[in-house]
T-cell receptor, first 112, second 113 residues
Framework: GQNIDQPTEMTATEGAIVQINCTYQTSGFNGLFWYQQHAGEAPTFLSYNVLDGLEEKGRFSSFLSRSKGYSYLLLKELQMKDSASYLCAVRVRGSTLGRLYFGRGTQLTVWP | DAGVTQSPTHLIKTRGQQVTLRCSPKSGHDTVSWYQQALGQGPQFIFQYYEEEERQRGNFPDRFSGHQFPNYSSELNVNALLLGDSALYLC????????????FGQGTRLTVV
């Protein structure tokens, strides 16, 4: 089976940096995604890693180590609007296109 | 360019009833996946449609069925509703490239009473 693990909750203050970790055990790994989800809304795409290393996109960066089954999402210069659930998802090869396996999500609360 | 649209946004049904949820994918996308998200959980894969066929299926009973139309839109049907089926149902579309990101609709909040 597939197993994706991430912390349930994290807190940080405005302007700070926070790192959300994700570990996974999957077969047929074909990419790791991070999504942001505000309460009652749809998940929105943040980043995608398929090769080892760091991908940077503005205030958000994501890192992947396939050998360790590990990824993290780094959020810099935190803002109040960054308070949301952050979902780690692994794509697994399928018959035609990969399906996504999601972790439970990390609820981030940013304090002023 | 409209993103992924789902209807209805909210729905209340009685245990034992049947429900149909609808999804229109983002323009240019030909693959639709359905997910169920219970409160406080991550989305769980139900099934995926491509070229009007179910290509992959998650660990959901046969009460959950679907369809994809020639215009790539899709429906999710759930029969004999149970209280435990109460959840946010998300539709995601992608472009048919295994590397492509999936775009999610706003979801349908289904409450079974």
């Amino acid at each position: 089976g597939q197993n994706i693990d991430q912390p349930t909750e994290m807190t940080a203050t405005e302007g700070a940096i926070v790192q959300i970790n994700c570990t996974y055990q999957t077969s047929g790994f074909n990419g790791l995604f991070w999504y942001q989800q505000h309460a009652g809304e749809a998940p929105t795409f943040l980043s995608y890693n398929v090769l080892d290393g760091l991908e940077e996109k503005g205030r958000f960066s994501s890192f992947l180590s396939r050998s360790k089954g590990y990824s993290y999402l780094l959020l810099k210069e935190l803002q109040m609007k960054d308070s949301a659930s952050y979902l780690c998802a692994v794509r697994v090869r399928g018959s035609t296109l990969g399906r996504l396996y999601f972790g439970r999500g990390t609820q981030l609360t940013v304090w002023p | 360019d409209a993103g992924v649209t789902q209807s209805p946004t909210h729905l209340i049904k009685t245990r034992g009833q049947q429900v149909t949820l609808r999804c229109s994918p983002k323009s240019g996308h030909d693959t639709v996946s359905w997910y169920q998200q219970a409160l406080g959980q991550g989305p769980q894969f139900i099934f995926q449609y491509y070229e009007e066929e179910e290509r992959q299926r998650g660990n959901f009973p046969d009460r959950f069925s679907g369809h994809q139309f020639p215009n790539y839109s899709s429906e999710l049907n759930v029969n004999a509703l149970l209280l435990g089926d109460s959840a946010l149902y998300l539709c995601a579309s992608s472009e048919g490239d295994i590397r492509a990101e999936a775009f999610f609709g706003q979801g349908t909040r289904l409450t079974v009473v």
